[in-house]
């Protein structure tokens, strides 16, 4: 199983990004696929994620602002980043497990087999 994340870069403040997800040797379409991201010196966070096609969390950082779809016909799932703040600037990563974890369980990274290598996000003031 492999997780392709890209569309990082570097981006003014206000500004949106629109960063994608592929996978190889697993389906998006059943289990549970989310976007994390880890800024310098800080812990991984939690962003968005879709269980089985429900959109089932967004971050308080985030809501309003950051939107999580998919497309199961390319088995590649999209984080759109709009109204971009300097502190959103991380490295993003998507994860998946072929599990649908209940609520309490999503937000934990432990519970995510498969992880994209990253990718990074800079907004600028």
């Known amino acids: 199983v492999q997780l392709q994340a890209s569309g990082g870069g570097l981006v003014q403040a206000g500004g949106p990004l629109r960063l994608s997800c592929v996978a190889s040797g697993l389906t998006f379409s059943t289990g549970t696929i989310a976007w994390f991201r880890r800024a310098p010196g800080k812990e991984r966070e939690f962003v968005a994620g879709?269980?089985?096609?429900?959109?089932?969390d967004v971050a308080d950082s985030v809501r309003g602002r950051f939107t999580f779809s998919r497309d199961n016909a390319k088995n590649t799932v999209y984080l759109q980043m709009n109204s971009l703040k300097p502190e959103d600037t991380a490295d993003y990563y998507c994860?998946?497990?072929?599990?649908?974890?209940?609520?309490?369980?999503?937000?934990?990274?432990?519970?995510?087999?498969?992880w994209g290598q990253g990718t990074q996000v800079t907004v600028s003031s």
């Open positions: 879709i269980r089985s096609g429900v959109t089932f």
């Open positions: 994860a998946a497990t072929t599990r649908n974890l209940i609520s309490s369980s999503r937000a934990n990274p432990n519970n995510y087999d498969y």
